[in-house]
């Protein structure tokens, strides 16, 4: 009972929070299943590695997919070949079990987190490269 509750907050608020927001949300959720994946990576532990790769990998896909080419011009491109080299990076550590791999993924997450941290504060209309 108690966790159908939490889940209609979480509902609720995913609902109610701007654009600029969710997509913060959304990087904040996938370094921290990176971050995870690398723990496991460290640990020898495959089936706990696949589980957050896939979950972050899911996420980044989902960015890329939202991604409006037309309206975001130049940023919506480079954007793109971000999230491909951040994809790229998972399939990677994935297959040689290499955590510098996920170590330069995290760095592009985190640089593109806190530069939409930074839209979001200022209230900036950047939603021009994601569909909406």
Same mark, same amino acid.
């Given at each position: ?17 701007? !654009? ?12 921290? $299943?990176?971050? !995870? ?14 589980? $957050? ?11 890329? /997919?939202?991604?409006?080419?037309? !309206? ?21 550590? /994935? @297959? ?9 993924? @995290?760095?592009?997450?985190?640089? @593109? ?20």
């Amino acid at each position: 009972m108690q966790l159908q509750a939490v889940m209609g907050y979480r509902a609720a608020a995913v609902n109610t929070v701007d !654009r600029l927001h969710l997509i913060v949300l959304c990087y904040e959720g996938c370094i921290a $299943h990176v971050t !995870r994946a690398r723990e496991e990576l460290l640990k020898g532990n495959p089936a706990a590695k696949g589980v $957050h790769l896939g979950k972050a990998t899911s996420i980044v896909s989902e960015l890329l /997919n939202a991604l409006d080419m037309e !309206r975001g011009g130049e940023i919506a491109e480079r954007l793109a070949a971000l999230y491909r080299y951040v994809l790229d990076a998972f399939l990677k550590a /994935n @297959l040689r079990n290499e955590a510098a791999h996920l170590d330069g993924a @995290l760095r592009v997450l985190q640089e @593109l987190k806190q530069g939409w941290v930074e839209l979001s504060k200022r209230g900036t209309a950047a939603q021009l490269a994601v569909n909406g």
